[in-house]
Protein backbone atom coordinates (compact mmCIF):
# COMPACT_ATOMS: atom_id res chain seq x y z
CA UNK A 1 0.00 0.00 0.00
CA UNK A 2 1.59 3.40 -0.91
CA UNK A 3 1.83 6.04 1.48
CA UNK A 4 2.41 9.86 1.27
CA UNK A 5 3.57 12.21 3.63
CA UNK A 6 3.87 15.85 2.91
CA UNK A 7 5.86 18.66 5.08
CA UNK A 8 7.49 21.75 4.82
CA UNK A 9 4.30 23.89 4.17
CA UNK A 10 3.45 27.06 6.50
CA UNK A 11 3.41 30.93 6.48
CA UNK A 12 4.79 33.20 4.02
CA UNK A 13 4.97 37.04 3.21
CA UNK A 14 3.75 37.46 -0.89
CA UNK A 15 6.99 37.67 -2.65
CA UNK A 16 8.17 34.72 -0.33
CA UNK A 17 9.10 30.85 -1.18
CA UNK A 18 8.61 27.72 0.32
CA UNK A 19 9.60 23.93 -0.54
CA UNK A 20 6.87 21.17 -0.14
CA UNK A 21 8.42 17.68 -0.04
CA UNK A 22 6.81 14.43 -0.19
CA UNK A 23 7.82 11.61 0.87
CA UNK A 24 6.70 7.95 -0.78
CA UNK A 25 6.51 4.32 0.63
CA UNK A 26 5.26 1.27 0.21
CA UNK A 27 5.81 0.45 -3.46
CA UNK A 28 8.56 1.13 -6.13
CA UNK A 29 8.69 4.38 -6.42
CA UNK A 30 9.74 5.23 -9.66
CA UNK A 31 6.90 3.26 -10.83
CA UNK A 32 4.48 6.22 -10.47
CA UNK A 33 3.67 9.78 -11.58
CA UNK A 34 3.38 12.04 -9.01
CA UNK A 35 1.34 15.46 -8.89
CA UNK A 36 0.80 18.01 -6.89
CA UNK A 37 -2.64 19.78 -5.93
CA UNK A 38 -3.81 22.24 -3.86
CA UNK A 39 -7.62 22.78 -2.62
CA UNK A 40 -8.16 26.64 -0.94
CA UNK A 41 -11.26 26.89 1.15
CA UNK A 42 -14.19 26.79 -0.30
CA UNK A 43 -13.09 25.57 -3.64
CA UNK A 44 -12.29 21.94 -5.81
CA UNK A 45 -9.03 21.01 -5.47
CA UNK A 46 -7.10 21.10 -8.67
CA UNK A 47 -3.69 20.54 -10.45
CA UNK A 48 -0.50 22.28 -9.94
CA UNK A 49 1.96 20.06 -11.14
CA UNK A 50 2.57 16.89 -12.19
CA UNK A 51 6.14 14.72 -13.07
CA UNK A 52 6.53 11.54 -14.79
CA UNK A 53 8.44 8.84 -13.25
CA UNK A 54 12.09 9.33 -14.36
CA UNK A 55 11.27 13.05 -13.94
CA UNK A 56 11.74 13.38 -17.48
CA UNK A 57 8.15 15.62 -18.16
CA UNK A 58 7.36 17.60 -16.19
CA UNK A 59 3.58 20.08 -16.55
CA UNK A 60 2.24 22.72 -14.49
CA UNK A 61 -0.79 24.71 -14.33
CA UNK A 62 -0.68 28.16 -15.95
CA UNK A 63 -1.39 29.90 -12.70
CA UNK A 64 2.20 28.21 -11.43
CA UNK A 65 3.83 28.26 -14.53
CA UNK A 66 7.26 30.19 -14.06
CA UNK A 67 6.79 30.36 -10.26
CA UNK A 68 6.88 26.65 -8.77
CA UNK A 69 9.63 23.98 -10.01
CA UNK A 70 8.27 20.08 -9.90
CA UNK A 71 11.69 17.76 -9.09
CA UNK A 72 12.06 14.26 -7.59
CA UNK A 73 14.59 11.93 -6.32
CA UNK A 74 14.11 8.40 -7.39
CA UNK A 75 16.92 7.29 -4.62
CA UNK A 76 15.15 8.91 -1.86
CA UNK A 77 11.75 8.18 -3.07
CA UNK A 78 10.55 11.71 -2.73
CA UNK A 79 8.73 14.57 -4.79
CA UNK A 80 9.10 18.33 -4.29
CA UNK A 81 7.25 21.16 -5.18
CA UNK A 82 9.80 24.54 -4.86
CA UNK A 83 7.29 27.39 -4.78
CA UNK A 84 8.55 30.96 -5.32
CA UNK A 85 7.61 34.96 -5.89
CA UNK A 86 4.24 33.18 -4.37
CA UNK A 87 0.78 35.09 -3.91
CA UNK A 88 -1.73 35.29 -1.41
CA UNK A 89 -4.03 33.36 -4.04
CA UNK A 90 -2.07 30.16 -3.52
CA UNK A 91 -3.30 29.70 0.04
CA UNK A 92 -4.63 26.73 0.16
CA UNK A 93 -3.97 22.92 1.53
CA UNK A 94 -1.57 21.28 -0.94
CA UNK A 95 -1.84 17.65 -1.43
CA UNK A 96 0.81 15.13 -3.24
CA UNK A 97 -0.60 12.15 -4.87
CA UNK A 98 1.05 9.36 -6.99
CA UNK A 99 -0.34 7.07 -9.54
CA UNK A 100 0.78 4.41 -12.06
CA UNK A 101 -0.34 7.05 -15.17
CA UNK A 102 0.85 10.37 -15.81
CA UNK A 103 -1.12 12.79 -15.74
CA UNK A 104 -3.08 16.24 -14.71
CA UNK A 105 -6.44 14.88 -14.20
CA UNK A 106 -7.30 15.02 -10.43
CA UNK A 107 -9.72 11.84 -10.58
CA UNK A 108 -6.76 10.05 -12.11
CA UNK A 109 -4.78 9.73 -9.15
CA UNK A 110 -5.11 6.70 -6.85
CA UNK A 111 -2.65 7.60 -3.92
CA UNK A 112 -3.06 10.76 -1.96
CA UNK A 113 -1.39 12.14 1.24
CA UNK A 114 -2.79 14.47 4.11
CA UNK A 115 -1.94 17.75 2.92
CA UNK A 116 0.54 20.52 4.06
CA UNK A 117 -1.50 23.95 4.79
CA UNK A 118 0.41 27.06 2.77
CA UNK A 119 -0.64 30.44 3.55
CA UNK A 120 0.21 33.59 2.00
CA UNK A 121 -0.02 36.44 3.44
CA UNK A 122 -0.89 40.55 1.81
Known amino acids: QVQLAESGGGLVQAGGSLRLSCAFSGQTFSDYAMGWFRQAPGKEREFVAAIAWSGGSRYYADSVKGRFTISRDNAKNTVSLQMNSLKPEDTAVYYC???????????????WGQGTQVTVSS
Open 97 to 111: AGDAQYSANRDQYKY
